[in-house]
């Protein structure tokens, strides 16, 4: 009997460890930011720090940043990094793919190589907790009542927000005036004082901002958000719309394939860890977990769909 007991104590244990047991780097992991500190991009890379030595005590991840040109500047240079799987790169959708179609930068998407996916902020539909709309139907009323007129504030040009507002007025076939910001302090000011009609930006803003003054019509996400339970989807309004900002990570396009598995698969571990979990959700990250596996029918279909919206919004055309 405590032969059979420990038998089947050791069979319970053994998918907890191997749910712990992560492959670690032998030594540190240079992990290299296209964007300055204090974004949502060296956020996550601060919480998957703190993860990845809580897995590999070992092993420090030593963030380095070389920011400009909007990302540009690192993803040009990003194959002259060593391809050992210790050197990894933030990379980012939709910029990587926008970017190269607007033409102004010396990198192709092809040159950029994506082996986890690890998040994405969900583009959401605000508006001023002041304004006379109430919900996403007056939304459409006002827009089409005076098509042209309602201004809807973004983070810059040609960006995800961008995008996203494109999107928006072709699916519900209405036009409404994008005003693209330096960054989100001057959008948020901007919203909150009623300088535009509302903003098309991301799931994070929204929740920080809700208590405010900004009153969230419409996200693009899968399910409602536990956080805000009566801002209905995109796809409850008849789109098919789960996007955003995604954010992942990429190597040097040299390395070798199985080197790329072992980084994606750590990465994976990482995104799967319950603290991980935790602090995305309190950040407003929607976490995903898109490894060298899928990555091909992923980027082959995000890059058809940004490519489509690039169109609308007349990029490359000098």
Known sequence: MKRMLSTLALALLAPVALAQSVACPDKNVQYWQAFPPGG???????HQQ???HKKCPSVETIIQYKAGAGGALMWTQMNQLPAD???VVGVNLP???FQPIQGDVQYKTADVTPVFWFHFTPDILVVSAKSPIHNFKEFIEAAKAKPGSLSLAGSGQYSANHAAHERLDA?????TLYVPFKGTGDLASSVLGGQVDGAMTYTPFAIANKEKGVRPIAVAMEKRHPLMPDVPTFKELGVDWV???YRGIGVPKSTPPETRKRVSDLWRALNNDPEMKEKAAASGFELVNVGVEEMDSFMASKTKLY???ATRMGLGKK
């Open 85 to 87: 799987g210790l050197n």
């Open 40 to 46: 949502e991009s060296d956020l996550s890379a601060r």
């Open 95 to 97: 910029h990587i793919v």
């Open 171 to 175: 699916a519900f076939g209405i036009k």
């Open 50 to 52: 703190l993860v990845l």
């Open 307 to 309: 490519t489509e919206g």
């Open 243 to 245: 996007d955003g900002a």
